[in-house]
């Protein structure tokens, strides 16, 4: 028993002898579609269409996404977080060897250490930021 295959044109859904299946190039690869000689045609002019495009364009580097700040334990004057952690050790309390010290710890620390006092990080010209004259 024979079997007969019809195409269906992809875009205007019509049936035709001159349905077959067309490859073309866009973007460094390479698409397939069932097309008849006149949608072929239009898609030929609208490739044509975005290559002159492109050829008048320029490339421009994709805004890369910005990483969200890290909250981090507030820097302690006279004391690194190597400090902190070793005291933490001392008192037996949990700490990890990276990362954010909590601020459970680090209260603990400056309560015990009267002189460790969180640095100032505010900008310059914003209120609480530290000026010279």
């Known amino acids: 028993m024979a079997q007969k295959?019809?195409?269906?044109d992809d875009?205007?859904?019509?049936?035709?002898?001159?349905?077959?299946?067309?490859?073309?190039?866009?973007?460094?690869?390479?698409?397939a579609i069932?097309?008849?000689?006149?949608?072929?045609?239009?898609?030929c002019d609208a490739l044509a269409f975005v290559e002159r495009i492109l050829e008048r364009s320029r490339e421009v580097k994709q805004a890369t996404r910005s990483?969200?700040?890290?909250?981090?334990?507030?820097?302690?004057?006279?004391?690194?977080?190597?400090?902190?952690r070793d005291w933490a050790r001392e008192q037996g309390l949990e700490v990890s060897p990276r990362?954010?010290?909590?601020?459970?710890i680090v209260d603990k620390f400056i309560a015990a250490?009267?002189?460790?006092?969180?640095?100032?990080?505010?900008?310059?010209g914003t209120p609480g930021a530290q000026h010279e004259v």
């Open 113 to 124: 250490h009267p002189d460790a006092t969180p640095e100032e990080q505010d900008a310059p």
């Open 67 to 84: 990483r969200k700040a890290v909250d981090t334990a507030p820097r302690l004057r006279g004391y690194t977080n190597t400090d902190v």
């Open 5 to 8: 295959v019809i195409l269906v």
């Open 99 to 104: 990362g954010k010290i909590t601020d459970e």
């Open 34 to 43: 069932d097309l008849s000689d006149g949608n072929q045609q239009r898609l």
């Open 11 to 31: 875009l205007d859904n019509s049936e035709g002898s001159d349905v077959i299946r067309r490859e073309f190039p866009l973007l460094d690869r390479t698409f």
